[in-house]
């Protein structure tokens, strides 16, 4: 296991909702990256923080937005949820040095 | 452009017999590649990584190649067993502050 922990595991949603997805870095890690991996697809990257602050954004629209937390753990959050937001998304976690990231298990994600 | 991609999307390979998946590259600027193994409901997990300044480098069972001039990257596992498989993704990272860049990915598939 790598350390990196997400809740919730599933989740279901109406179209139009909110959602907030959290995530536990690994112990020293004071990176995090969110990703949201498409059925059959690889991983996409949506954001990324350092020490509170976004550092690095994908192509994804504002309302996909994200925090960090002075112990490292992180949150995205997705406002007014589309079908196609339909996913798993993924948190990794780094050192501020290296970069190797180590992904957490993933919130499965279905809007209907 | 943003793009890493797998030659074989399905790899069906003997148990016992040595694995050899590809990948094709594109983005020459890329100095860092990491090979991530998914199983199925699970986060990829890091497998091995190999820096641009490098063309081989061998871990427990696994061996990573990059040949620059052609931009390209395999992963080999040698004795493939029943737990290897699973969705292999090849990822590129330009620098160490930067997005993962994954490809689709190549599922292995163990024949008894």
């Known amino acids: 296991e790598t350390g990196v922990t997400q809740s919730p595991t599933h989740l279901i949603k109406t179209r139009g909702q909110q959602v907030t997805l959290r995530c536990s870095s690994q112990?020293?890690?004071?990176?995090v990256s969110w990703y949201q991996q498409a059925l059959g697809q690889g991983p996409q990257f949506i954001f990324q923080?350092?020490?509170?602050?976004?550092?690095g954004r994908g192509n994804f629209p504002p309302r996909f937005s994200g925090l960090q937390f002075p112990n490292y753990s992180s949150e995205l959050n997705v406002n007014a949820l589309e079908l196609d937001d339909s996913a798993l998304y993924l948190c990794?976690?780094?050192?501020?040095?290296?970069?190797?990231?180590?992904f957490g298990p993933g919130t499965r994600l279905l809007v209907l | 452009g943003e793009s890493v991609g797998l030659h074989l999307p399905t790899l069906s390979v003997q148990e016992g017999d040595n694995s050899i998946i590809n990948c094709a590259y594109s983005?020459?600027?890329?100095?860092?590649f990491i090979w991530y193994k998914q199983e199925s409901g699970k986060g990829p997990q890091f497998i091995i990584d190999?820096?641009?300044?490098?063309d081989k480098r061998q871990g427990q069972r696994v061996t990573v190649l990059l040949n620059k001039t052609v931009k390209h990257l395999s992963l080999q596992i040698a004795a493939t067993q029943p737990g290897d498989s699973a969705v292999y993704f090849c990822?590129?990272?330009?620098?160490?502050?930067?997005?993962?860049?994954f490809g689709k990915g190549t599922r292995l598939h163990i024949l008894p």
């Open positions: 990794a976690s780094r050192t501020g040095t290296e970069e190797t990231q180590y």
């Open positions: 112990s020293g890690h004071n990176t």
């Open positions: 923080y350092y020490r509170e602050e976004e550092n």
């Open positions: 983005n020459s600027a890329s100095d860092y």
């Open positions: 190999i820096r641009s300044n490098m």
């Open positions: 990822a590129e990272i330009m620098n160490r502050d930067d997005k993962i860049i």
